[in-house]
């Protein structure tokens, strides 16, 4: 696990409005095509830092002896 804050909203919480939302992404860039690859960047390198299959744990095969 990592020691980074998280500040995703869980799903517990309620749902945003519009305007809310327009906010939220407003920093991401000026037009919507801006804001899509600012996105897309972030949805990127996210795919980058996913464990590769070696790295995790095992959940399938044949079971322990014990």
């Known amino acids: 696990m990592s ?7 869980t799903r ?3 749902p945003r409005d519009a305007d809310e939302l327009a ?4 920093d991401l860039g000026e037009t919507d ?3 899509l ?6 949805n990127e390198s996210l795919e980058e830092r996913l464990p590769s299959p070696d790295e ?3 959940t399938h095969g044949t079971p322990s002896q014990g």
Request: aromatic letters at 0%.
């Open 33 to 35: 095509d801006d804001r």
């Open 23 to 26: 906010d939220a992404v407003s």
């Open 56 to 58: 995790l744990p095992r």
């Open 12 to 14: 517990d919480a309620e």
């Open 37 to 42: 690859d600012a996105v897309q960047e972030h």
């Open 3 to 9: 020691d980074r804050q998280d500040d995703t909203p």
